[in-house]
């Protein structure tokens, strides 16, 4: 992969990474090729130029059309509980958003597949994947909620909303052995994680999440 696209520059750069990185250490991140990804992973190039200086808090930020890009510490935490510590084939995403969560993936998996239901944001994200050299992402603009079908199944899927539960179609979709991680709820939500074994899911609720809610349909 091409690298020069990590180095930044200034206060987006690496002094404000590290600071991220130590707090994502900090909170019990251990997954070291997370935490080298997110060292590296330009944050500031997916939000808008006037919130560049606040790129690696530990905050979520307005992207527009009423979406957030997720905290760091979110990322990394569903990254650390999708991978569990594998490399997978392919993975699948719901919600792509400004397309950070999406690049932080595509540097661990082999193809990552992407579905956003805001026009808007998933050319954003087209633009981002191409001007960062990202070229195992594919984006889809549709409704989540159906999945992706003819590129199941997926050894992971990851949802980056709250839905108040798993659309049924994602469990179908998902390859026995692997595992989907989602925020799941309305007003309380929990960060769930999901394991397909031979004789059905696992359920294992981990912690209190806050998310934009998961709709369905397009814009």
Do not use: C
């Not at 397309?99 to 597949?113: D, K, P």
Request: proline content about 5%; overall charge neutral; aromatic content about 6%.
């Amino acid at each position: 992969m091409d690298m020069e696209w990590l180095q930044g520059s200034g206060m987006t750069s690496q002094r404000a990474r590290e600071r991220m990185l130590t707090r994502l250490i900090d909170a019990g991140i251990r997954d070291q090729r997370v935490l080298e990804v997110m060292r590296h992973t330009p944050r500031h190039v997916f939000i808008e130029e006037a919130l560049a200086s606040r790129a690696y808090d530990d905050t979520a930020l307005p992207i527009g059309f009423g979406q957030t890009i997720s905290q760091p510490l979110s990322v990394a935490r569903m990254t650390e509980l999708l991978l569990d510590g594998l490399a997978p084939e392919r993975v699948l995403e719901i919600g792509t958003g400004s397309g950070y969560q999406t690049a932080v993936l595509a540097q661990l998996a082999t193809n990552v597949y992407s579905i956003e239901r805001i026009k808007g944001l998933s050319d954003q994200a087209r633009t981002r994947f191409r001007q960062l050299k990202l070229y195992n992402i594919r984006v889809r603009y549709g409704d989540g909620n159906e999945g992706w079908p003819q590129h199941a199944p997926f050894d992971g899927i990851i949802l980056t909303a709250a839905p108040a539960e798993v659309p049924p179609a994602l469990f179908e979709q998902l390859a026995v052995g692997g595992r989907l991680v989602a925020p799941i709820g309305s007003r309380e939500q929990q960060l769930v994680l999901y394991v397909r074994t031979p004789a059905g899911v696992e359920r294992h609720a981990l912690s209190d999440a806050s998310f934009v809610p998961m709709l369905g349909g397009t814009l």
